[in-house]
């Protein structure tokens, strides 16, 4: 059984930091494609960042030069380091692996919260 959770949300003062984790199961986590996704109330859900097994990786402009994605696959955990938040970044954070091209799975989602 294939799951994803998320850990490491919480509030935060702009311009702090947060470092979101995820941990696979049921997965042979370092071949997966891995990514990061948010939905802030009253908007659709979007890619933050993305790495693949190689270790490349990819951002949303937004993100650019402030997050940094990273994964660890002795561990089966895959991160997420959030500095210079910005109230703009409150959303609700997801974990999500896409596994033989087709199945996708989510975790159960994080909350960020940035006050100004």
């Known amino acids: 059984q294939v799951q994803v959770v998320e850990s490491g949300g919480g509030l935060v003062q702009a311009g702090g930091s947060l470092r979101l984790s995820c941990v696979g199961s049921g997965i042979t986590f370092s071949i997966q494609p891995m990514g990061w996704y948010r939905q802030a109330p009253g908007k659709q859900r979007e890619l933050v960042a993305r790495?693949?097994?190689?270790?490349?990786?990819n951002y949303a402009d937004s993100v650019k030069g402030r997050f940094t994605i990273s994964r660890d696959n002795a561990k089966n955990t895959m991160y997420l380091q959030m500095n210079s938040l910005k109230p703009e970044d409150t959303a609700v954070y997801y974990c999500?692996?896409?596994?033989?091209?087709?199945?996708?799975?989510w975790g159960q989602g994080t909350q960020v919260t940035v006050s100004s």
């Open positions: 790495i693949n097994s190689g270790g490349s990786t």
């Open positions: 999500n692996t896409v596994v033989n091209i087709r199945y996708d799975y």
